[in-house]
């Protein structure tokens, strides 16, 4: 069966990084986008950042964009986010996302969205 399986998170301070990784199995990795995205408690889930099947395209939320990296590698079947500058608002269940042959804009408001990993949770302190 088809598994995602968040790793990475943690606590951090306000500033720091951390580097958020998805593992896929089960999946045909190659012909999916994929996705990073967030939630808070009471809060819906929210898009942080996807990225094509190629890895050519990404595309990030406006929270995010110049702090925060996705990228992926196709032959180990997994994704990134590498998350610098971290803020408190930053705090959040991160959660990773598969949508097969989904333009990257398209999967950000969660349209054919086909798996979702079980989180790893972030928090950041100031």
């Known amino acids: 069966q088809v598994q995602l399986v968040e790793s990475g998170g943690g606590l951090v301070r306000a500033g720091g990084s951390l580097r958020l990784s998805c593992a896929a199995s089960?999946?045909?990795?190659?012909?999916?986008?994929m996705g990073w995205f967030r939630q808070v408690p009471g809060k819906e889930r929210e898009f942080v950042a996807t990225?094509?099947?190629?890895?050519?395209?990404?595309y990030y939320a406006d929270s995010v964009k110049g702090r925060f990296t996705v990228s992926r590698d196709n032959a180990q079947k997994m994704v990134y986010l590498q998350m610098n500058r971290l803020k408190d608002e930053d705090t959040a269940v991160y959660y990773c996302?598969?949508?097969?042959?989904?333009?990257?804009?398209?999967?950000?408001?969660?349209?054919?969205?086909?798996?979702w990993g079980q989180g790893t949770e972030v928090t950041v302190s100031s």
């Open positions: 996302a598969s949508a097969q042959r989904t333009p990257v804009q398209d999967m950000a408001v969660k349209r054919g969205i086909n798996y």
């Open positions: 089960g999946l045909d990795f190659v012909i999916h986008a």
């Open positions: 990225i094509s099947e190629s890895g050519v395209n990404t």
